[in-house]
C-alpha cells in the first residue's frame, strides 16, 4: 500500500558515499521450524555497486511518518483472576514475559471500566440509583485481582529499562456500560439501539462523573490513567455489555458533559497539553468511521476539540487499512491507535495449540495498521483459559498467553490443580514480540517500498538510530529478495521462508 506512493520518492533519493559495511541482526518466527523470535546469523551488508534483482525491498530514513507510543494488551478481569490462579513461579515468568527484561516490551494496556464481556458476571461501580454525585462510587471490585495485577505490571516495568528507552504503562480506560440504572433498558446487557443512557441531563452528567471518580480512584491506588476511549464499540449491537451511542449522542455527551467533567477535574486542558489522551469511536475500519469520526470533529467546539486526542480502533469488519489512512488524511492533526483485537471460535471450544493463524492475523493487521497511521496496537486479553475463557456469555476467543490445565466455567467456578497448571504460549505471542521488542516508543515509521507483493513490511528509525524492519510472509512459498538501505547504498540478498515473519535491524548510517 504505502510502496506505490514511495516508488517515485525513492527513485530521486541518491545513494551516500560508501563505507565500511553495515550488519544486519535479523530474527524470526516461523511455522516450519522451531524459531520464536530466534536470532539468525548476522547477514555483512554488501557496498558493491546493486545488482539487479527484480525482487526488493529497500528502506531510507529521508521519509518520515507518525512516531510510535508502543503495543500491550488488554487487563480484562479474566486476565486478572487467571494470573491470580498462578502461584508466584508461574506469575514471575508472565510478568517477564510481557514487560520484563527478554520480554515483549509491552508499554500499553487497556483498563475495561466496569465489566466487560470478559469478567466473570456484570458489575460495576455504582449500584445506588439516582446517585448523581457518586457518593457511592466504590472500586472496590477491582482492588482484588485487576489492581494488584497492573501494580506488578507496572513494577516490574520500572525494574526494566524497556530496551532503548524507559517508559512507563500507558494504560487507558474504556467503559463498555454504564450502571444499569443509568441505561434506557434498565440492564447492562443485551443493548439495542434504544438501549443508550436514558435522554435525561442528570444521568448523562452522572455518566461523565462515572468516568472521572474512576479515573481518581484508580491513580490513589497506584495506577495512573494515560488516555480513555468515549465509549466501547458505540455502533455495537452485543449480547453483552454495551451502551449505543450514535456520532451525533457521542458528540453530545463529549462537548457537553465528559470533557467539562474531566476539565473540571484537571484532566484535560483546552490550551495546553492535556493530563488524559482522550479517544473518540473506539470502533471498527469500517466506512462508518467517515461519518461517525467526521461529525465528531466537525462539530465539537474548538475548545473541546482541543482536548481531543484522536480516534481508535478495532479489526473485527477485516483489513480496512485504506479506511483508517483515510480518517488521517481528513484530520491529520490527531492521533489514530488500534486499541482491540482477538480471535474467536464456536462456543465451548478447546482452544488450538497452536493456533497460527493467529499470529499471522496479529502480524498482517499490526503492519497494516502502523502502515495507515497507527501509533500503537493494543490487543484483546493478555491471558486466557484452554477454553477461550472465563467470560460470562460462553464466548471462546484465543490471547497469546493460554494458562492450561484450568477452566473457567461461564458460572464462575474453577476446575484446576496447581499441579496442572501450566503456560502455553501462543504465536500470536511471538508475533506481537517482533514488533514490540525491536519497535520501542519513539521509534518514527520511515519510508520504504517493495516489490515483492507477497510480503507485508513496515519500517522504522529507533532513538538508537537503529533501523528496524518487519518482513512478514503468509504465503505457502518462501520469497528471496534484496534488501536496501537507499540512504547508505548497502544491500543484502536475504529469503523468507513460508508463514514466517523477520525483524532486521542494522545502523541508519
Not at 28 to 49: F, L
Request: include cysteine; glycine fraction near 8%.
Amino acid at each position: 500500500m504505502i510502496g506505490r506512493y514511495l516508488l517515485v520518492v525513492l527513485l530521486v533519493i541518491h545513494f551516500t558515499n560508501v563505507h565500511s559495511a553495515d550488519t544486519i541482526q535479523w530474527f524470526q518466527t516461523s511455522e516450519g521450524n522451531h524459531d520464536r523470535i530466534t536470532p539468525q546469523k548476522p547477514i555483512v551488508m554488501n557496498t558493491t555497486p546493486l545488482p539487479t534483482t527484480p525482487n526488493r525491498i529497500e528502506v531510507t530514513t529521508k521519509i518520515t511518518y507518525q512516531t510510535i507510543i508502543g503495543f500491550g494488551g488488554a487487563f480484562t478481569e479474566a486476565s486478572s483472576v487467571l494470573f491470580g490462579l498462578l502461584n508466584d513461579t508461574w506469575q514471575n515468568e508472565i510478568l517477564n514475559a510481557y514487560w520484563g527484561e527478554g520480554g515483549n516490551n509491552y508499554t500499553m494496556g487497556r483498563v475495561p471500566i466496569g465489566s466487560c464481556d470478559y469478567a466473570i458476571d456484570s458489575y460495576n461501580f455504582d449500584y445506588q440509583p439516582g446517585d448523581y454525585t457518586m457518593k457511592y462510587f466504590d472500586i472496590s471490585h477491582d482492588l482484588v485481582e485487576m489492581v494488584p495485577f497492573m501494580q506488578k505490571a507496572m513494577s516490574i516495568n520500572e525494574k526494566f529499562n524497556g530496551g532503548t528507552v524507559s517508559t512507563p504503562i500507558n494504560l487507558f480506560g474504556s467503559a463498555w456500560s454504564p450502571p444499569a440504572w443509568m441505561k434506557a433498558n434498565g440492564q447492562m446487557d443485551k443493548t439495542p439501539t434504544s438501549g443508550g443512557l436514558i435522554d435525561d441531563p442528570k444521568i448523562w452528567k452522572a455518566f461523565a462523573l462515572y468516568y472521572v471518580k474512576f479515573i481518581q480512584e484508580y491513580e490513589k491506588n497506584g495506577v495512573p490513567l494515560w488516555g480513555l476511549t468515549a465509549q466501547n464499540e458505540p455502533l455495537s449491537i452485543v449480547p453483552w455489555e454495551a451502551c449505543w451511542f450514535n456520532s451525533t449522542q457521542q458528540r453530545i455527551f463529549l462537548q457537553d458533559f465528559l470533557l467539562p467533567a474531566l476539565e473540571s477535574a484537571g484532566l484535560v486542558s483546552p490550551t495546553g497539553p492535556s493530563k488524559l489522551k482522550v479517544m473518540v469511536y473506539d470502533d471498527q475500519k469500517s466506512s462508518v468511521a467517515y461519518e461517525y469520526i467526521g461529525d465528531v470533529y466537525a462539530n465539537l467546539t474548538t475548545q473541546h476539540l482541543n482536548e481531543i486526542w484522536g480516534s481508535s480502533w478495532h479489526w473485527y469488519s477485516g483489513p480496512q487499512f485504506d479506511v483508517m489512512e483515510g480518517i488521517h488524511e481528513l484530520y491529520p492533526q490527531f492521533h489514530i491507535l488500534a486499541t482491540e483485537a482477538c480471535d474467536c471460535f464456536p462456543p465451548n471450544s478447546k482452544l488450538p495449540l497452536p493456533y497460527w493463524y493467529s499470529g499471522e492475523h496479529y502480524g498482517s493487521d499490526i503492519l497494516g495498521d502502523l502502515n495507515a497511521w497507527a501509533e500503537g496496537w493494543v490487543h484483546w486479553n493478555l491471558m486466557l483459559d484452554e477454553w477461550g475463557g472465563p467470560n460470562h456469555d460462553n464466548e471462546t476467543c484465543d490471547a497469546p498467553i493460554i494458562i492450561t490445565g484450568v477452566n473457567y466455567f461461564d458460572n464462575g467456578t474453577v476446575d484446576y490443580s496447581n499441579s496442572s497448571l501450566g503456560i502455553y504460549y501462543q504465536p500470536s505471542y511471538y508475533y506481537m514480540g517482533h514488533f514490540s521488542r525491536f519497535i520501542p516508543p519513539q521509534s518514527v515509521r520511515i519510508g520504504w517500498v517493495s516489490n515483492v507483493p507477497q510480503l507485508q513490511v513496515t519500517s522504522f528509525l529507533r532513538p538508537d538510530n537503529l533501523i528496524a524492519t518487519v518482513i512478514l510472509n503468509t504465503s505457502d512459498q518462501p520469497e528471496s529478495f534484496t534488501y536496501v538501505n537507499i540512504d547508505t547504498g548497502e544491500w543484502a540478498s536475504m529469503t523468507i521462508n513460508a508463514h514466517t515473519i523477520q525483524t532486521l535491524l542494522h545502523s541508519s548510517v
